[in-house]
């Protein structure tokens, strides 16, 4: 679809994912209506290119709240934030209709953030109230089979792979940006902030900050290669 989210799309305000976001954060149109204009790329056939958007993010609270017959924000509190020690809420972002805005809108203290990254790993039982993980392996099998290296190589996520970590992770799945061969997961967000999961060596980590997304002022974003770096170097390699 015409939608992906990359730098030259957010700064053109003919582009329908400038639209979307001007819609849900200045309420100037219905975010909504916005995501019917989406239109197939010509040159692009269906499951050939992967291209991120937080359209299909928004898309996807719909989903959840039309199958669960509940507020997103209360299903993932019911789901997930009530189920490991957090400190403090999580906050989400609302548009004016009400719905949350999870692309980009989550906020929480960092500790928080690294426990939420801990329900990935083999070590959720350190964070979990219960005595059953938040995110069961076959999730966590599904999540990672489910992305398509064929669809990975020349995808705008792919060259900020290969400058972030030094090579191309192999693909993409299930709202992670970036899978590697060796099952660990990054998912980059706006402004310089990300989550690093990494099952096989029992690691997570997260950072955050406020640095620009044009990489033409700052250069590329070093964080997500120093975090799979530690990752290596915790366990051993």
């Known amino acids: 679809m015409d939608n992906e989210e990359n730098f030259e799309n957010l700064m053109n305000p003919n582009t329908t994912i400038f639209k979307l976001f001007l819609a849900v954060f200045d309420h100037k149109g219905d975010w909504r209506e916005i995501t019917k204009t989406a239109q197939p790329l010509k040159d692009t056939p269906p499951n050939t290119k992967f291209e991120y958007s937080g359209m299909n993010t928004m898309v996807l609270v719909l989903i959840i709240q039309s199958v669960s017959g509940m507020a997103f924000e209360d299903f993932f509190y019911e789901r997930v934030w009530s189920k490991i020690g957090v400190e403090l809420p999580h906050i989400i972002s609302i548009c004016m209709d009400g ?18 990254a801990c329900i990935f790993t083999p070590a959720w039982q350190a964070v979990t109230l219960g005595d059953k993980p938040v995110v069961s392996e076959k999730v966590l099998k599904k999540m990672y089979d489910l992305g398509d290296p064929a669809c ?14 030094g090579h191309m992770p192999e693909k993409n799945s299930a709202q992670w940006d970036h899978v590697f061969a060796d099952g660990a997961m990054f998912k980059h967000g706006n402004m310089g902030q990300g989550i690093y999961v990494d099952p096989a060596r029992e690691f997570c980590a997260i950072y955050h900050g406020l640095a620009s997304n044009d990489e033409s002022i700052t250069g590329p974003d070093h964080s997500p290669g120093y975090l799979r770096a530690a990752a290596k170097k915790v366990a051993g390699f």
Do not use: H, I, Q
């Open 152 to 165: 990975y190589p020349g995808s705008t996520e792919s060259a900020y792979g290969y400058k972030w970590f």
């Open 99 to 116: 719905t949350p805005v999870p692309a980009g809108c989550n906020t929480t203290k960092p500790e928080d953030f690294l426990k939420f």
